[in-house]
C-alpha cells in the first residue's frame, strides 16, 4: 500500500525556491469513458505551491511532475477541516440543548460563533500549518 498521495502536474512557475504546479484534481469517475454522458463527473485545475531548495536549478517551467503529500497530511487535513468542526457541533449542541436548557435558535447561534472562531483560529495560524502540511514534487516515474 502506498504511504504518500500523488497527484501529476506541471510547473507553471518557479520563483527561487517557491514553484507553482497546476494539477488536475479529477473524482473517481473522471476517468470514466462515459462521463461526457454523466453529470456526476468533475474535473477542477488547481495551483499547489512547493517550496524546494534549489528549485529553480532542479526544474523548468513547463515539466511534467507528481506532487506528493503523505497520508497522514491527508488525514490530519480532514481531521481539522471536517472532524473536529463535526465533534465541536454535536457536543455544543447536546450542551446547549440538554444541560443548559438554552433555545434552539440561541443554541444554533452560538454553535455558529463558536465554529467561527475555530476556522478563524485556523487562517491565523495558516502560516504554521503551511510548514506542517508541505508537499515536495518528484519527477515522473520515481
Request: hydrophobic fraction near 50%; charge should be neutral; include cysteine.
Amino acid at each position: 500500500m502506498k504511504d504518500r498521495i500523488e497527484h501529476s502536474g506541471t510547473i507553471e512557475a518557479i520563483e527561487g525556491d517557491h514553484v507553482r504546479v497546476n494539477i488536475l484534481q479529477v473524482s473517481a469517475c473522471g476517468s470514466c469513458k462515459a462521463k461526457a454522458m454523466c453529470s456526476q463527473s468533475e474535473s477542477e485545475e488547481k495551483i499547489i505551491d512547493v517550496f524546494e531548495k534549489g528549485a529553480d536549478k532542479k526544474y523548468r517551467v513547463g515539466e511534467h511532475v507528481n506532487v506528493c503529500g503523505t497520508l497522514s497530511m491527508g488525514r490530519q487535513a480532514v481531521a481539522l477541516a471536517f472532524g473536529i468542526p463535526l465533534v465541536m457541533m454535536v457536543v455544543w449542541l447536546l450542551v446547549a440543548l440538554v444541560w443548559l436548557k438554552l433555545g434552539d435558535l440561541l443554541s444554533v447561534g452560538l454553535m455558529a460563533l463558536m465554529l467561527f472562531i475555530y476556522f478563524y483560529t485556523l487562517y491565523i495560524y495558516r502560516e504554521k500549518f503551511s510548514k506542517h502540511f508541505a508537499f515536495w514534487i518528484a519527477r515522473e516515474g520515481e
